[in-house]
């Protein structure tokens, strides 16, 4: 996995943001969605967006508090 690159708390906070919004959409994409291609490539996008999600507060919390 390639390594995350340091942001500000405050770009962290927008990037997470970000991909919690993507995160909603692929859900209710993948609701209003037939077909298991349809189905596979949905659930792989949510895995990465969620992977990426995870990544970014990890990094979040490991910063100092304010």
């Known amino acids: 996995m390639a390594s995350t690159p340091s942001y ?3 770009e962290l906070d927008d990037r997470i943001a970000i991909l919690r919004d993507n995160i ?3 859900t209710e994409q ?7 291609a ?3 490539r949905t659930a792989n996008r949510i ?3 969620q992977d990426e999600l995870d990544a ?3 990094q979040r919390d490991a ?3 304010r």
């Open 30 to 36: 993948a609701a209003g969605s037939s077909g298991a």
């Open 24 to 26: 909603r959409q692929l």
């Open 8 to 10: 500000s708390r405050a």
């Open 47 to 49: 895995a990465e967006q």
């Open 38 to 40: 349809d189905e596979e």
């Open 63 to 65: 910063l100092p508090q």
């Open 56 to 58: 970014l507060i990890k």
